[in-house]
């Protein structure tokens, strides 16, 4: 027996030379299915996130739910997303500014102004005799039919209570006439926030329809 053989092992135990038994921990098999039923938890969580974004992406059943109320019945569901309204841009506006007032300078000072904030300026002057010292409000804005749903709107937010009105012109341009109640032009704060509000209007929010009553 060699020296090297520990006491109480022979046989095929019998240490030799440099060969030592390798003595190997046993393999802890719980480690492996705790890590099995974690992977699986975070696929089932991974993929509950994803039905929940193709959820709210594609407007799942979420967004409505039914509830009644003492004597009504309605669908209660998220406002519908506001389009935005196609109208030209400042710069595509060609404005004609013309003094109806007795005041000097109004029609050069406004029109420096509009140029400021992107409108194309066309004719600048005292008003026709049609309207000189004739327009009582603020002013008018003039121009042709085509005019009251694009150019109107988005020059109008930079003179409140300004009113509207047609004629036969066959060109795009339009006409501010300042009137003898013209104070000054919307501030830029308040023109801006009337431009928004005129492009992207607010949604507008479902009703709810009184329930039938049975006779």
Same mark, same amino acid.
């Given at each position: +027996?060699? +020296? %090297?053989?520990?006491?109480?092992?022979?046989?095929?135990?019998?240490?030799?030379?440099?060969?030592?038994?390798? +003595?190997?921990?046993?393999?802890?098999?719980?480690?492996? !299915? =705790?890590?099995?039923?974690?992977?699986?938890?975070?696929?089932? +969580?991974?993929?509950?996130?994803?039905?929940?974004?193709?959820?709210?992406?594609?407007?799942?059943?979420?967004?409505?739910?039914? $509830?009644?109320?003492?004597?009504?019945?309605? #669908?209660?569901?998220?406002?519908?997303?506001?389009?935005?309204?196609?109208?030209?841009?400042?710069?595509?506006?060609? =404005?004609? =500014?013309?003094?109806?007032?007795?005041?000097?300078? /109004?029609?050069?000072?406004? *029109?420096?102004?509009?140029?400021?904030?992107?409108?194309?300026?066309?004719?600048?002057?005292?008003?026709?005799?049609?309207?000189?010292?004739? =327009?009582?409000?603020?002013?008018?804005?003039?121009?042709?039919?085509?005019?009251?749903?694009? *150019?109107?709107? !988005?020059?109008?937010? @930079?003179? @409140?209570?300004?009113?509207?009105?047609?004629?036969?012109?066959?060109?795009?341009?339009?006409?501010?006439?300042?009137?003898?109640?013209?104070?000054? %032009? *919307?501030?830029?704060?308040? *023109?801006?926030?009337?431009?928004?509000? /005129?492009? $992207?209007? #607010?949604?507008?929010?479902?009703?709810?329809?009184?329930?039938?009553?049975?006779?």
């Amino acid at each position: +027996m060699s +020296m %090297l053989t520990p006491p109480g092992m022979g046989g095929k135990y019998r240490v030799t030379g440099k060969t030592y038994p390798r +003595m190997r921990r046993p393999r802890r098999r719980g480690r492996i !299915v =705790v890590a099995t039923i974690t992977a699986a938890a975070a696929l089932g +969580m991974a993929g509950w996130g994803t039905l929940q974004l193709i959820d709210v992406f594609g407007g799942g059943s979420g967004d409505t739910a039914r $509830h009644t109320t003492a004597g009504s019945t309605c #669908e209660a569901a998220s406002p519908s997303p506001a389009r935005a309204v196609a109208l030209p841009k400042p710069a595509d506006i060609t =404005v004609n =500014v013309y003094n109806a007032t007795p005041r000097g300078g /109004l029609a050069k000072s406004t *029109a420096d102004e509009l140029k400021k904030r992107g409108f194309a300026i066309g004719k600048i002057g005292n008003a026709p005799e049609a309207y000189d010292k004739k =327009v009582p409000g603020p002013g008018i804005l003039l121009g042709a039919p085509g005019a009251v749903k694009g *150019a109107f709107p !988005v020059l109008g937010t @930079q003179l @409140q209570g300004a009113v509207t009105k047609t004629d036969t012109r066959a060109t795009a341009d339009v006409d501010l006439i300042i009137g003898t109640g013209f104070q000054s %032009l *919307a501030t830029p704060g308040d *023109a801006t926030v009337a431009m928004t509000a /005129l492009l $992207h209007p #607010e949604p507008e929010k479902p009703g709810c329809a009184p329930t039938k009553k049975k006779q």
